[in-house]
């Protein structure tokens, strides 16, 4: 069991700042996110646009925000558990919250912060029967780890840019890879094409493209997909992995059964704190509702900076808590 002041659900700009002005407070926290990397939204969905709403940069891209928000939070040595869902919330003697993720992980806080944004990126799923049986038995729609991939035979599907990127990183870590599409023309970044293009012409990608996966295969673990092609017909393809990447749609998920108060897909909070309607339980950033909200990055940071003043004196009721300048303090990190 990981002990913590805080646990925090969701590791998007919100919570990683959460992090910072929470070790400025000298509490600990602990990440728990679904996908297999911090950032949220800005990771997963547009790592390479400029946003230019976030004081004091005129320009910055989202994943060079993210690379930063993890530096600024180095000192705090913040835990993480990342690939993992939160889904269950209890209460133990009215004084600590336990949350239980979808593998078992038990995060033990005094205050649990929910800052899941959208909710979780759920996979969205080709239509293909029996898919389902497969899953986790050599169907992926999410590279966790590559090196689960290496020496290995995969099939990815898809052509958007995770397709083709990992695509192109995949070559040198599986002993074959081969892409499938439905279309000629690929939706991703025209370096990331030309780059498929070029690992294609030298047969290290077998592209298949104007064909789709039609059926899998396999006893016990997959063994085979077959594919379609628009004049070709079927043919089958013997692989250890199929890796369908058509995207990722996000879902409020786990934390609707939390009994917290929700406002069609999003949780009522106090603006006073962003407290919820449950003791000792916030929520912060593009997940919370109130009168005014506006989902912004800075939205999600000033949220972060009341929360953890409120989640200090719940963590040391008895403590007085001074209001410092960090230009007075300095950054003290954690032992
Ligand atoms: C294309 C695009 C462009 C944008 N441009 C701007 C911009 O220019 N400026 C701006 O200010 N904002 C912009 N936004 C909005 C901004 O990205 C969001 O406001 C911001 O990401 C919210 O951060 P967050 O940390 O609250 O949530 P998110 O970034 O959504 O992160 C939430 C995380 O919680 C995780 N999670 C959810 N539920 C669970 C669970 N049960 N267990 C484990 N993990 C869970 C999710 O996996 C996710 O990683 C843009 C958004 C998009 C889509």
């Given at each position: 069991m990981i002990e913590t002041d805080i646990a925090i659900i969701g590791a998007g700009p919100t919570a990683l700042f959460a992090v910072f002005e929470a070790g400025l407070l000298k509490l600990r926290c602990h990440l728990i996110d679904y996908l297999p990397q911090p950032g949220g939204q800005l990771t997963e969905i547009y790592p390479k646009k400029p946003i230019y709403d976030i004081p004091g940069y005129p320009e910055i891209l989202a994943g060079d925000l993210v690379d930063n928000l993890m530096k600024q939070i180095e000192p705090f040595k913040p835990g993480f558990t990342l690939g993992e869902r939160a889904e269950t919330i209890e209460r133990i003697d009215n004084k600590f919250w336990k949350v239980i993720t979808n593998k078992g992980t038990i995060i033990q806080a005094t205050v649990i912060a929910i800052a899941g944004g959208l909710g979780c990126f759920e996979p969205r799923k080709p239509p293909i029967k029996g898919i389902d049986a497969f899953e986790d038995k050599g169907v992926d729609y999410i590279v966790r780890d590559p090196e689960v991939y290496r020496n290995k035979k995969i099939i990815i599907a898809g052509g958007g840019d995770s397709a083709l990127d990992w695509s192109i990183y995949l070559t040198d870590v599986a002993s074959e890879v081969i892409l499938v599409h439905r279309r000629n023309e690929f939706r991703g970044a025209p370096d990331s094409v030309e780059k498929v293009m070029h690992l294609a012409s030298i047969g290290k990608i077998k592209l298949l493209t104007q064909s789709q996966v039609t059926k899998i295969a396999g006893v016990g673990k997959l063994e085979s997909v077959t594919v379609l092609h628009d004049m070709e017909g079927e043919k089958a393809f013997e692989v250890d992995h199929f890796i369908p990447l058509f995207g990722l749609t996000p879902k409020l998920g786990p934390l609707g059964n939390f009994g917290l108060n929700l406002d069609k897909q999003a949780i009522l909070v106090?603006?006073?704190?962003?407290?919820?309607?449950?003791?000792?339980v916030f929520a912060i950033g593009d997940i919370n509702t109130y009168e005014g909200k506006l989902k912004l990055i800075l939205c999600g940071f000033h949220e972060a900076t009341l929360m953890a003043q409120a989640a200090f004196k719940i963590v040391y009721p008895d403590k007085k808590l001074s209001f410092k300048y960090t230009t007075v303090t300095g950054i003290e990190g954690m032992a």
């Open positions: 106090n603006t006073l704190d962003y407290s919820t309607n449950l003791p000792g």
